[in-house]
């Protein structure tokens, strides 16, 4: 059984960066895909990005492209999310989520496994 511990959030200005960490315990790590997914007060959970098990093949939402980046360090059994030129609409709980297969997914109900999440906070 997979066990996700985020962390590394926090507030920060408009145009600043984070990087995100889950940490993950229980499995063997690279049979898993990672994703980070985030929700925001009154909206719903949504796709952030997601990484293969073996780091090859990576996905964005399009909200994200060019600003972001993951991932992940086998070794340490962690994921990482560099978020980069934040911005006010970034601001959201952030999950990080764990599915068992070789293809990275982008809907929540992909992912069995998920952390408790990280608040992040742009402020304007």
């Known amino acids: 059984q997979v066990q996700l511990v985020e962390s590394g959030g926090g507030l920060v200005q408009a145009g600043g960066s984070l990087r995100l960490s889950c940490a993950a315990s229980g499995t063997t790590w690279n049979n898993y895909v990672m994703g980070w997914f985030r929700q925001a007060p009154e909206k719903e959970r949504e796709f952030v990005a997601a990484i293969s098990g073996g780091g090859g093949s990576t996905y964005y939402a399009d909200s994200v492209k060019g600003r972001a980046t993951i991932s992940r360090d086998n070794a340490k059994n962690t994921v990482y999310l560099q978020m980069n030129s934040l911005k006010a609409e970034d601001t959201a709980v952030y999950y990080c989520?764990?599915?068992?297969?070789?293809?990275?997914?982008?809907?929540?109900?992909?992912?069995?496994?998920w952390g408790q999440g990280t608040q992040v906070t742009v402020s304007s």
């Open positions: 989520a764990a599915r068992l297969g070789t293809v990275p997914k982008t809907m929540t109900y992909d992912y069995r496994t």
